[in-house]
């Protein structure tokens, strides 16, 4: 642990003015970013008496190496920098809150030229308007069937729409009229687009425009005598109206707010939002978050509201024009600016204080208590245990520190061939997967190694070299040469530069972990030793008794069987085993998947996918003339020749293509 004193900034060298602010520990991470009114007086609190501070903030700063800044013009933009700080560097010591579960959403994809209706969970794309989130995808289903009677907007998959359009003929909602068949040119892309706009406009609320132009047409229909066409738009009328009653009216029409309440102890918070769009809840979403940092009540709203709102995919129309909150936020100022500045108008962000808004505010509070008491039921012990894990290992392996950072490394091959190797990473005990990597094992010769243990020490050596080479020449402005034994330190000050992202290799881990035991443990010690590594914990867990070797000691570490330390490791291991085999089977799948076009001088993946996107089939290109296969976008006259000639039939030779290859091989 650090002493806060010895990275403590000079008098007088903070400025008493609003910034950002972010403590980085000895590898050069960032562990925590904070904003201030007056950067002098806050980073001043951290460096008091350490036995005065919280014991969140105490680990924090005894974690820390240095503390850098960034001075901004208003506290709004020291909102929006922090947040984009956090999005960035992702601090282990800031609040971050995660959905309680993978909430699906009703999406219409408008940046296609045929725009599609359907479900959609994870991270939003561009181009594409959402709508949700729901508490099920069979609610999203049913609604869109409903809907479909009026608004026939594709839904299929690009793999169905295209194979219809080659067919000539759609699929089985096109025939039902729940599709308006743009495959087969039954309605043009402009008149397509415009159809699901119209889904989007009803989806977003404006339900009367649209009740009223049916009704509008049923009755110059019922005029013209025209029974059964009327006899159609009354029944659309009424299927309008089922989904229309699909959705609770809670507060007066035209009432536009996001609702949010708040559950939590010292350790944990429940958070659950309403969307209320036009007086009804379009969506319910909830997250739940550990509480790793020393903040009350307004702060953690405050940061909420930074997420849910500061997001990429988030746009002007997220923001409703009201605010319902349980607590005002610190600086409910500076928040309502920001806001007012993403949507273009004003919003109000407030606490509830009587009639509807309230009840309704008491009813999201009741679902985040709920939320909470199934997320203790579902997690318990859960952080208890990832900690008592680490002290475990941390004990049994005799470290310095409790190793907060692991990586694994398992090789997955098939008889020598594909050689593929993992490297996982877990952070206080959880994975991060953005810090994966994958290795192709090359060999000495280039064509694989000759073993596991000579794939590990290859795989261990490239890490490591990387490591050393991207700490070496990373050039980092916080970066200083004082009178350092080792040439450089991190020194506190002011941030001359505040873009880009950590490079992939440049923190080292606190545990090596191999899958396999003393040889491949002697395998990477011998390449950590080469690279003159001395600093980093090695051991390997092998699988047949689960023992944990460590180099250069003649008899396993045993862990209990029942020991969290012991599960944590297992954990490491089968996740690394995990990727690594997947990765082994993606290379083998590829090296195995063969066309008669890999060979044409010229022909590329690109190509061959563009001739398949043409043509449509191999079969349709066999039977193409040179001239055909020379119109093709990218293609020559002298590679279409040798096109036709790779597949002109061979009547002396026995046939090697029974199978026409499929799309799949054509681009590889």
């Known amino acids: 642990m650090a002493d806060p004193a010895t990275y403590r900034p000079a008098p007088g060298e903070i400025p008493d003015s609003p910034g950002v602010y972010r403590f980085r520990d000895g590898d050069g991470r960032v562990i925590y970013v904070g904003k201030a009114k007056s950067l002098r007086q806050r980073l001043n609190s951290y460096f008091q008496d350490v036995a005065g501070l919280h014991p969140r903030t105490q680990t924090m700063v005894t974690t820390a190496a240095s503390v850098q800044w960034t001075v901004v013009g208003t506290e709004v933009e020291a909102l929006a920098l922090e947040y984009s700080w956090i999005k960035e560097f992702d601090p282990r010591f800031n609040v971050k809150y995660r959905d309680d579960k993978s909430y699906p959403y009703l999406a219409v994809t408008l940046a296609d030229e045929f725009p599609r209706v359907q479900v959609m969970r994870g991270a939003k794309r561009k181009g594409t308007r959402y709508f949700g989130p729901y508490a099920h995808a069979w609610a999203i289903r049913e609604t869109v069937d ?52 119209d889904f989007c406009d009803f989806m977003a609320g404006d339900t009367t425009r649209f009740e009223k132009r049916l009704t509008r047409r049923m009755q110059e229909a019922a005029a013209e005598l025209d029974y059964e066409r009327a006899a159609r738009l009354r029944d659309d009328i009424q299927t309008l109206r089922r989904a229309t009653e699909r959705n609770a009216v809670v507060l007066p029409d035209g009432t536009e707010a996001d609702v949010f309440g708040l559950a939590g102890d010292d350790l944990e918070a429940a958070v659950q939002v309403f969307h209320v769009r036009d007086g009804r809840i379009r969506g319910q979403r909830g997250w739940v978050v550990e509480k790793v940092e020393d903040v009350d009540d307004a702060g953690l709203v405050e940061h909420l509201l930074q997420q849910v709102y500061g997001t990429d995919e988030a746009d002007g129309t997220a923001v409703p024009r009201e605010v ?4 005002l936020p610190t600086d409910v100022d500076q928040v309502e600016s920001w806001l007012t500045g993403l949507r273009g108008s004003r919003v109000r962000v407030r ?14 509070h009741r679902n985040a208590e709920h939320a909470l008491n199934l997320h203790r039921t579902r997690r318990a012990g859960d952080l208890t245990s990832r900690s008592q894990a680490l002290r475990e290992i941390q004990e049994a392996l005799g470290l310095d520190t409790a190793p907060l950072r692991i ?3 398992d090789v997955s091959h098939n008889q020598g061939t594909y050689q593929s190797a993992s490297m996982v990473v877990f952070e206080d005990g959880l994975a991060r997967k953005s810090e994966y990597r994958l290795f192709s094992v090359r060999g000495r010769h280039g064509e694989g190694a000759a073993d596991d243990t000579e794939a590990m020490h290859e795989v261990i050596t490239r890490r490591f070299r990387r490591y050393l080479a991207e700490r070496s020449e990373s050039g980092d402005v916080e970066l200083g040469d004082a009178d350092a034994e080792d040439g450089e330190r991190l020194v506190s000050g002011p941030i001359d530069e505040t873009t880009g992202r950590p490079r992939r290799f440049a923190y080292p881990p606190n545990l090596v972990v191999v899958d396999g035991g003393p040889p491949q443990v002697a395998a990477a010690a011998r390449a950590l030793e080469e690279l003159g590594i001395d600093d980093v914990a090695l051991c390997g867990l092998a699988k047949r008794l689960e023992e944990v070797w460590v180099p250069g000691d003649d008899y396993p570490v045993i862990l209990q069987r029942s020991s969290e330390g012991l599960y944590l490791l297992q954990r490491v291991r089968d996740e690394a085993h995990r990727f690594a085999i997947t990765a082994h089977r993606k290379r083998r799948s590829k090296g195995m998947t063969v066309s008669v076009l890999d060979d044409v001088p010229g022909l590329g993946p690109a190509r061959q996918k563009a001739l398949l996107r043409h043509f449509g089939s191999v079969k349709r290109l066999r039977a193409a003339s040179v001239e055909e296969i020379a119109s093709v976008p990218g293609m020559g006259e002298r590679t279409a020749a040798a096109v036709v000639a790779a597949l002109a039939p061979d009547d002396t030779a026995a046939p090697t293509e029974a199978v026409a290859p499929s799309a799949g091989m054509l681009g590889t």
């Open 324 to 327: 319902l909150v349980p607590v």
């Open 146 to 197: 409903l809907l479909l009677r009026v608004f026939p907007v594709r839904t299929c998959s690009a793999g169905v729409f295209k194979r219809a359009h080659q067919q000539g003929r759609p699929c089985l909602l096109g025939y039902i009229d729940k599709c308006s068949a743009p495959c087969v040119g039954r309605i043009s892309p402009e008149d397509h687009h415009r159809l699901a706009q």
């Open 351 to 364: 606490v509830p204080q009587r009639g509807d808004k309230r009840e309704l505010a008491a009813t999201v």
């Open 407 to 409: 990586e694994c490394y």
